[in-house]
């Protein structure tokens, strides 16, 4: 009888300690969820700070980046008749390393005059950058990893989230990248001015890209090349690994808006 007691309690007691997994999971998966911090606070640029090229850190030159009506908006409307390679990006203030980052975006308008070619509705997120504050007064364009956006015409194909790697290399596959940007695996072009979703997810080293949740491209192991002018003078102690840097959004020429800039720390 006493055996019997004993066979209940030890089968009680697994029982238990199954449902209190379940109920830690559910714990874990609730606070993951709750994790997710906004970037963008829907009412100003707080935490945000822009560099445009030709002008100094914090000099949002045209208004080039704006808010209303909770939207983060890139326009060009004061930049006249020529546009004139004014390249820029709005930096979050954190340097982040580990973490998920969400963003929906939408292009809209035309491009700017003057703009190159390649600018229509062209745009990108910016992450493992360097300082905004290290950034040169004509640099077009930081050191950095980026999450290519374009938008289609209509009718053709071009599809977004391709990784591009200024002053960096990435593996992908295991054999470091050979060109200045790599297309996704899995490709898919957005006409018009629909909201999409990105994601990006840095951990330990290694990055995926995905799209209105789906899984596009895969990629590890950044580092810095030792023979870019700027890069190499990022590199410190020997180390080229890039481990860490700044999150931004690019202004390349053409409109564009987003509603939700979102981050989930690991």
Not at 189 to 194: E, S
Request: net charge negative.
């Amino acid at each position: 009888m006493a055996f019997l007691c004993l066979v209940l309690l030890s089968s009680c007691g697994q029982k238990k300690t199954s449902a209190q997994k379940e109920a830690d999971l559910a714990k874990t998966e609730t606070k993951q969820t709750n994790d997710w911090v906004s970037l963008f606070n829907g009412a100003n640029l707080e935490g945000w700070t822009m560099k445009i090229k030709g002008y100094p850190l914090g000099e949002n030159f045209g208004n080039t980046f704006r808010v209303a009506d909770g939207i983060l908006s890139i326009r060009y409307d004061a930049y006249g008749a020529n546009f004139d390679d004014r390249f820029g990006a709005l930096y979050y203030d954190q340097k982040l390393s580990n973490y998920r980052l969400k963003v929906e975006y939408r292009f809209v308008g035309e491009t700017a005059p003057g703009a190159p070619d390649w600018g229509y509705r062209d745009s990108g997120v910016q992450f493992h950058g360097q300082a905004p504050a290290s950034i040169g007064l004509d640099q077009s364009f930081p050191v950095c990893l980026e999450y290519n956006l374009h938008g289609g015409n209509g009718t053709d194909e071009r599809p977004m989230g391709q990784i591009c790697a200024n002053g960096m290399f990435v593996e992908i596959n295991g054999t470091k990248n050979s060109s200045y940007c790599t297309p996704p695996t899995t490709n898919k072009t957005f006409h018009g001015d629909q909201w999409v979703t990105l994601e990006i997810d840095v951990k330990d080293g290694n990055i995926t890209h995905f799209v209105n949740g789906v899984k596009i491209l895969h990629y590890g192991n950044p580092s810095f090349d030792p023979n870019h002018e700027i890069s190499k003078t990022l590199i410190k102690d020997g180390d080229t690994l890039v481990k860490e840097g700044y999150i931004s959004l690019q202004s390349n020429s053409h409109p564009i808006d987003f509603r939700s800039i979102e981050l989930l720390a690991y």
